[in-house]
């Protein structure tokens, strides 16, 4: 079982930037972030290969989102530019360590969750 633990929430204004970093206990294939507003439903932000780098974006964030990864650190992060109010959640990392041919942005196929970290953006 792979721990996940999280850093970088906070509350910024609208058009600032955070940076969120998880970092693993272990071999991961897959990480992701997702998140999760109050009484919303959880949605995927963005997923990565940990082997190759390959990257997917929900549509929402695409352009102002960016995950990376530092393999060396077991370290996945995603930087946040151009905040908005709606970007305001729970940003939970994810990990799946068991093969897959590439990582879905479908959180059915994380097993590992990290605490979650708050990221508040006021207008």
């Known amino acids: 079982q792979v721990q996940l633990v999280e850093s970088g929430g906070g509350s910024v204004q609208a058009g600032g930037s955070l940076r969120l970093s998880c970092a693993a206990s272990?071999?991961?294939?897959?990480m992701g972030w997702f998140r999760q507003a109050p009484g919303k439903e959880r949605e995927v932000v963005a997923v990565?290969?940990?082997?190759?780098?390959?990257?997917d974006y929900a549509d929402s964030v695409k352009g102002r989102f960016t995950i990376s990864r530092d393999n060396a650190k077991n370290t996945v992060y995603l930087q946040m530019n151009s905040l908005r109010p709606e970007d305001t959640a729970t940003y939970y990392c994810?990990?799946?360590?068991?093969?897959?041919?590439?990582?879905?942005?479908?959180?059915?196929?994380?097993?590992?969750w990290g605490q979650g970290t708050q990221v508040t953006v006021s207008s």
């Open positions: 990565i290969q940990t082997a190759g780098g390959s990257a």
């Open positions: 994810a990990a799946r360590s068991s093969f897959i041919a590439y990582c879905r942005m479908n959180p059915t196929d994380f097993g590992n």
């Open positions: 272990g071999y991961t294939r897959c």
